[in-house]
C-alpha cells in the first residue's frame, strides 16, 4: 500500500532528521519521498535504518512547487495557528488521504524545515493543513518524530474499509496550476483580478476547485475555458473598489 | 494534564533518544520519566529542546521493577507479536489510560531497549502490552519515534470526555506486588504451585486482578488474607499432574 503517498521535506537541516524521516515512512509502509531545497545534500544512510532505499530513491527538488507539483492534494503541516484557514488532526488528515486516495487521487504531506517549518507563503501553496495539537509549554514537535506521528495515522486511515474506487482519475497539482495560471490570465484581462495582488483571490479559488476534488478532465475542460476567455475578453478598466 | 502517566525507558543506549524521548513528553504535556539501567548516564540537554527540566529530574532506576513500582497500570511496548498475550494499539492504549486514570490509576509506559527491546520476561512484569502495527519491511520503530507515536495518543486519549473520578484509590504495583508475593508463598505452602514454576501460573493470576483494577483497599484484604492462608496451611504433598 501506500505508493500514492508522498512525504515532501521542504528545506531540512539536518540529515539525521531525513534518515528518521525515511525510516518512519518505511515503518508505515511508505516510500516516495522528496526533499526539496535541503541544508545538505550529504544523507547519512545509517540514520535511515533500513530505509536507505528510500534516501536513494529520494526525489531531488530545487523548490517546493516542484517536489509537490505530482500530487493531487496536497496537505501542509504546521505547530503554528493560521489565521482563517482552519487545520485538520493527524487522525483527520489520514482519513482525508483515504477517502481521497479511495477517489483516486494521490496526496502529499509537506513538512518544513526544522527551525522555522513553513512559512504562511509556503502554506498558501498546500491544499489543506495539519496541525499537531501540541503542548504550550513545548509546541514544536521535532522533524523526524512529526513524520512518525502522521506516517503512522496515515497507515491508520488506509486500514479503514473503503468504498470501491471510482473511475475518474484526479488532476494533479501541476494541472491545476495551469488552470490556475490560465485563469489568472483570463481573469486579470476581463479587469476582475487586482494587478498588483491578483494571488489572494486565486488562492480561495483554488482552495474551493481542490475542495471539490477536480478530475482530470474537468480541470482540462476549465483551463481550455480559461484560454478561450483571454483570447476574447476585450481589455476594460478594473471596476474601482 | 498528564502527571499520572509516566514514561519508563529501560536500558536504553543512545543520550539522543533519550533527549528525543523527554522533547516527545513535554510536545504532549507529560513530564514524568524514569530511566532505568541504561548504557549511559551522561544525557546531553541539547537534544531534549525545551525539555530539559524532564531529564533533570527524571527518576533514575536501577531496575525495571524499581522503575515501574510507583504506578497502578503498567504497559510495555514492543514490536513483536507476543504468544498468547493480545497486543492493544497505541490508540487502544490512549483510551484504557484515559479510563483508568478517571478511575484514579496512575499509568506508565515503558519502553525498551533500541537493540532489542523489551524480552517476553520483561513484558512479563507489564500489566498489558502495546503493539505498534508497522511494516514487514521494517518493524522496528526508532526509539523516540515511538515515544512520540505513543505520547500523541495518549494525550488524544486524555482529550476524551471523562466520567467523573470515582473515590476508591487504584492499587500500585507495589502493593499489587507484595500481594503476589504472599500469594506465592500461601499457594506454595498449600502445595498448589509447582515450586520449580511459580511463576507462570502467578502471572496469569497477577493479570486477572490487575485485569480487574483493584483498589488499594481490596488489595490490602487480599494480601491479608494470603498472609492468613500461610499461617495455617499445614503443607501437604503436592497433587500429581
Same mark, same amino acid.
Given at each position: 500500500?501506500?505508493?500514492?503517498?508522498?512525504?515532501?521535506?521542504?528545506?531540512?537541516?539536518?540529515?539525521?532528521?531525513?534518515?528518521?524521516?525515511?525510516?518512519?515512512?518505511?515503518?508505515?509502509?511508505?516510500?516516495?519521498l522528496a526533499i526539496a531545497d535541503p541544508a545538505t545534500w550529504h544523507f547519512d544512510p545509517r540514520s535511515a535504518v533500513k530505509a536507505e532505499h528510500v534516501?536513494?530513491?529520494?526525489?531531488?527538488?530545487?523548490?517546493?512547487?516542484?517536489?509537490?507539483?505530482?500530487y493531487a492534494w496536497v496537505c501542509g503541516t504546521t505547530s503554528r495557528k493560521i489565521r482563517r484557514r482552519p487545520a485538520i488532526s493527524p487522525r483527520e488528515?489520514?482519513?482525508?488521504?483515504?477517502?481521497?486516495?479511495?477517489?483516486?487521487?494521490?496526496?502529499?504531506?509537506?513538512?518544513?524545515?526544522?527551525?522555522?517549518?513553513?512559512?504562511?507563503?509556503?502554506?498558501?501553496?498546500?491544499?489543506?493543513?495539519?496541525?499537531?495539537?501540541?503542548?504550550?509549554?513545548?509546541?514544536?514537535?521535532?522533524?523526524?518524530?512529526?513524520?512518525?506521528? !502522521?506516517?503512522?495515522? +496515515?497507515?491508520? $486511515?488506509?486500514?479503514?474499509? @473503503?468504498?470501491?474506487?471510482? /473511475?475518474?482519475? &484526479? *488532476?494533479?497539482?501541476?494541472?491545476?496550476?495551469?488552470?490556475?495560471?490560465?485563469?489568472?490570465?483570463?481573469?486579470?484581462?476581463?479587469?476582475?483580478?487586482?494587478?498588483?495582488?491578483?494571488?489572494?483571490?486565486?488562492?480561495? !479559488?483554488?482552495?474551493? +476547485?481542490?475542495? $471539490?476534488?477536480?478530475?482530470? @478532465?474537468?480541470?482540462?475542460? /476549465?483551463?481550455? &475555458? *480559461?484560454?478561450?476567455?483571454?483570447?476574447?475578453?476585450?481589455?476594460?478598466?478594473?471596476?474601482?473598489?
Amino acid at each position: 500500500m501506500g505508493e500514492e503517498v508522498g512525504f515532501v521535506l521542504y528545506k531540512p537541516r539536518l540529515a539525521d532528521n531525513v534518515g528518521g524521516v525515511a525510516r518512519a515512512l518505511v515503518n508505515f509502509g511508505f516510500s516516495r519521498l522528496a526533499i526539496a531545497d535541503p541544508a545538505t545534500w550529504h544523507f547519512d544512510p545509517r540514520s535511515a535504518v533500513k530505509a536507505e532505499h528510500v534516501l536513494e530513491k529520494a526525489y531531488m527538488a530545487l523548490t517546493l512547487d516542484e517536489a509537490i507539483g505530482p500530487y493531487a492534494w496536497v496537505c501542509g503541516t504546521t505547530s503554528r495557528k493560521i489565521r482563517r484557514r482552519p487545520a485538520i488532526s493527524p487522525r483527520e488528515l489520514g482519513e482525508e488521504a483515504a477517502r481521497r486516495m479511495a477517489a483516486g487521487a494521490s496526496i502529499c504531506v509537506v513538512l518544513g524545515s526544522e527551525n522555522h517549518g513553513l512559512t504562511d507563503e509556503d502554506l498558501e501553496r498546500c491544499d489543506a493543513i495539519c496541525r499537531i495539537d501540541t503542548s504550550l509549554e513545548q509546541p514544536s514537535i521535532n522533524l523526524a518524530q512529526a513524520a512518525a506521528i !502522521l506516517a503512522y495515522e +496515515l497507515r491508520q $486511515g488506509l486500514k479503514l474499509p @473503503r468504498p470501491p474506487r471510482e /473511475l475518474a482519475v &484526479a *488532476a494533479t497539482r501541476e494541472e491545476v496550476d495551469r488552470l490556475v495560471a490560465s485563469t489568472r490570465e483570463a481573469l486579470l484581462g476581463a479587469g476582475f483580478l487586482n494587478p498588483q495582488q491578483p494571488d489572494k483571490i486565486l488562492g480561495e !479559488l483554488r482552495r474551493l +476547485l481542490v475542495r $471539490g476534488e477536480p478530475t482530470k @478532465r474537468e480541470v482540462e475542460l /476549465l483551463t481550455a &475555458a *480559461a484560454k478561450q476567455v483571454q483570447r476574447t475578453v476585450v481589455p476594460t478598466p478594473r471596476r474601482s473598489e
